[in-house]
């Protein structure tokens, strides 16, 4: 089990304490310590063991103590317990947008419901009218949501699947005889949301042997196919894992098809067919002869084409390009020359200005823009103009002692409903640039939803329009908005579109990126940042970037910093 499992561990426990009807001090308590494990940055078994973890603001005697016993057993006992007293439904409707605990509550005491199917029910016959603060758009609300989590009810974020796609790479590559070992699937392509890990191995031994390692790791549950070359692992409280075993000489063949996609593969049958070869799942054969493939690389080239970046693999036209050499050359990590939207202790962020820079600084970035929120946005700590003036005038300070990375006075603002900017237009002239976001009203209909947003694109602070569709993965749909208007306008008026980074965002997601970079729009990589851990968020960024194709010209903060002012001061 490795952090993150922890954190999961103890969000499920605090979850399962508020349902039951604990005390606040104690729910709070477990949250907290999920807050403080997530943040942290150093080695997590080494502190766990020697008890440093116990120095973190927020991790308790009690909380380090499950934490421990996930380490070692790979379980909790106290979750265990829990889920035995609380329905897992009632943890389940927890997910739905609008409904929190109160309300759950109600419903299980009032009308006895403990499953989303009766939830559903009851909101489809009018029942939940019997309860107080519930009504028709309450009960459409939550049939919208149990929609929602059905389409999705098995999937995971990309960001937990990494980390455990990660670790479990690692634990394979010490097994005898393995070889390589590659993270495969929709994880490598980078898909926002997961139903498995994929792992591709390369192996000398028979592939039961290494089923037989895994089935003894702490925390399977079982090992199905563990006789083949593919297998399944089965975890207590983790994604399934589905490894594709086989020798060194063909491993280029196993990760290409290991990574998929599915329709991606039928292109290269396709391509294999036209050149007088055979593609299937045993490998790539000319007539009765087999074409070694120890790389993916001599696969693709087998097949008359250039190596296809893993995110580019939807079977959309990257065998084509492929074929003709037109394959973009898609955004690094290292093109990133400045990091936006992160929030500070000005807001609800947990770290200061000078903490923020210095770890851009040392993350490589030559500036960095502070949005922390604006006034209306009391939920989030938003800033006054008073408070403002004193952030300003702290980085004007940092500023003139540092010469090797410049902070950039930036804000988050609030659009209101009507589509104007939080604070007046000349103290909005203070900011370096703006990003403008909705964060309430998301009930508004699709056309006046539009209107607001077209109305903040026309305002001429506007430089950035902030995780443009509202989505929370796994939480919510977007609000309803017409995006193909929001990106013609915002190219008209040269407003940049980000992709904001948080792992429950990725928005603007990537097939509407193709769509904006088509139209000319410029896409930032915003961290949407609250502690200095998720800087690291900026990888998920640059993964869907990947995805849609996006090159570092078509990136906002791929520019040096004159030209990232130069857009935002381009409409003043």
């Not at 308790?60 to 035995?84: F, H």
């Not at 519930?134 to 929602?148: M, N, P």
């Amino acid at each position: 089990m490795d952090r993150l499992a922890a954190v999961h561990v103890l969000e499920q426990i605090a979850a399962h304490l508020e349902l039951r009807g604990d005390g606040e001090f104690r729910v709070r308590a477990f949250r907290n310590a999920a807050h403080a494990i997530e943040d942290f940055t150093g080695d997590f078994d080494e502190a766990a063991r020697t008890g440093a973890l116990g120095d973190l603001k927020g991790v308790g005697p009690a909380t380090l103590e499950v934490v421990r016993e996930c380490l070692a057993t790979g379980r909790s006992s106290t979750l265990e317990q829990l889920k035995g007293e609380v329905p897992p439904g009632l943890v389940e409707m927890m997910r739905i947008s609008g409904l929190g605990v109160t309300k759950i509550r109600a419903l299980h005491q009032r009308l006895g419901i403990a499953t989303l199917a009766e939830l559903e029910v009851a909101a489809r016959e009018g029942r939940l009218a019997q309860l107080p603060r519930f009504g028709r758009k309450t009960a459409e609300r939550i049939l919208r949501g149990i929609e929602y989590l059905r389409r999705t009810g098995d999937s995971h974020l990309l960001h937990h699947a990494l980390r455990q796609a990660e670790q479990l790479k690692r634990t394979i590559a010490g097994v005898p005889g393995v070889a390589q070992v590659e993270v495969a699937g929709s994880v490598r392509r980078r898909c926002e949301l997961v139903r498995d890990v994929d792992l591709a191995v390369a192996t000398t031994r028979p592939p039961g042997e290494l089923a037989g390692r895994l089935a003894g790791l702490s925390g399977v549950r079982d090992v199905v196919g563990a006789g083949d070359a593919t297998f399944t692992v089965h975890f207590d409280d983790a994604i399934p894992t589905k490894v594709y075993a086989g020798p060194p000489a063909d491993f280029g063949h196993l990760l290409v098809r290991a990574t998929g996609s599915r329709s991606h593969l039928d292109l290269l049958v396709l391509a294999a067919s036209e050149r007088g070869l055979a593609l299937d799942a045993s490998g790539l054969r000319r007539g009765e002869v087999r074409v070694a493939c120890p790389d993916e690389a001599s696969l693709y080239r087998a097949l008359g084409l250039a190596w296809v970046p893993a995110e580019l693999r939807e079977g959309s036209d990257e065998v084509a390009r492929a074929a003709a050499g037109t394959l973009p050359q898609l955004l690094e990590r290292s093109d990133l020359r400045g990091f936006v939207h992160c929030h500070t202790v000005y807001s609800d962020g947990a770290n200061t200005v000078a903490e923020v820079a210095d770890a851009c600084r040392a993350a490589g970035y030559g500036y960095v823009g502070i949005t922390d929120h604006s006034v209306a946005a009391a939920f989030a700590g938003g800033l006054t103009e008073e408070v403002i003036a004193r952030q300003h005038a702290e980085i004007e300070d940092f500023n003139a002692h540092h010469a090797d990375i410049r902070v950039l006075k930036g804000i988050e603002a609030d659009i209101l409903p009507d589509g104007r900017l939080d604070y007046t237009p000349e103290f909005l002239d203070r900011f370096d640039f703006v990003i403008a976001s909705i964060h309430t009203r998301l009930d508004l209909d699709e056309r006046a939803q539009t209107l607001r947003m077209l109305r903040a694109i026309e305002d001429r602070h506007t430089a950035i329009i902030g995780h443009p569709t509202g989505r929370l993965l796994l939480g919510r749909q977007g609000y309803p908005i017409d995006m193909r208007a929001v990106i013609a306008r915002a190219a008209d008026l040269g407003v940049a579109i980000e992709i904001n980074a948080d792992p429950q965002r990725l928005d603007l997601e990537w097939r509407l990126c193709i769509e904006a970079k088509a139209a000319g729009v410029a896409i930032p990589i915003g961290a949407d940042a609250h502690s200095i851990a998720g800087l690291s968020n900026v990888d998920l960024g640059v993964g869907m970037a990947r995805k849609a194709g996006l090159t570092k010209d078509d990136v906002l903060n791929a520019r040096e910093e004159e030209g990232f002012l130069e857009h935002a001061k381009r409409r003043r």
